[in-house]
């Protein structure tokens, strides 16, 4: 290869290299600053294609959607002096480039450590000035709205981030006071249970004093209208006796008298003093049954 060739060569490849490093893409997704020999010259490069001087020019990139900070848990009190574990995570984005990279250094593990201590500042806050209760449930969604409004506000100006929302994962107490709270919540919960099942004991006694009384009514209205019905049957029947005793008197008397004497005379053993002369041998003495 002659000299010229070599020197083309060189050439060619010193033209791409400067070419390479003169142009630059940032995505829709991203956040740039241009540093010049270290300085910031254009602290927010918009989405595209441009030009910088090459080898002067230093691009820096960051993530511009939407980011998370998972914070370590802390332990706060609330206005009760209780002391709580928070678990919280955090939501935010880059706001303002030039901030953010003079704040952090473009490093977002840096920028995700400072947004998790002013977090941890305000929940103190926030935690400090409400009861055990409003943390835990009453006003958690209200102390959530109020912490993002304030730590939003504070990263503006600070870090040139811009905080969409902060959510505590979980609130747990000490592990020293657990167990005496869960034995006080379980004693609470036996002395409920208690109660309920008293008053179960005495509605049962009602319900069944209840049924006992409409067992004892529905009784005896049976039993009266039995009597009603019984007494009706006997009535006829007597009434179909006496009508029939009406037809043939004399024959009525006969029948019942072969009756008793039929039950009279069942068992062999059975032994009767009666005076000859009584109306019981009328039948006997005389078919007619004449006296």
Partial sequence: MSNRSFLGLIAIIILFAVGANSVYIVSEYERAVVLRFGKLINPDVAPGLHVKVPFADKLRKFDGRILTTDAKPESFYTIENKRLIVDSYSKWRIHDVQKYYKASGGDEAAAANLLANRVAN???????????????????????????????????????????????????????????????????REKEAREYRAKGAEQAEVIRADADRQVSVLEANAYREAEKIRGKGDATAAATFAEAYQQDADFYAFVRSLTAYKNSFT?????????????FFRYLKDPQGKK
Avoid at 161 to 177: C, Q, S, T, Y
Avoid at 267 to 279: A, G, I, R
């Fill in 267 to 279: 068992n062999k053993s059975d032994l009767m003093v009666v005076d000859p002369e009584s109306e």
């Fill in 122 to 188: 305000e929940l103190r806050n926030q935690v400090g000035s409400r009861t055990l209760h409003e943390v835990v449930s009453g006003k958690r969604d209200e102390l959530m709205l109020d912490l993002t409004a304030e730590l939003n506000s504070i990263a503006h100006e600070l870090l040139g981030i811009e905080v969409l929302d902060i959510r505590v994962k979980r609130i747990d107490l000490p592990v020293d006071v657990s167990q005496s709270v869960f034995d006080r919540m379980s004693a609470d």
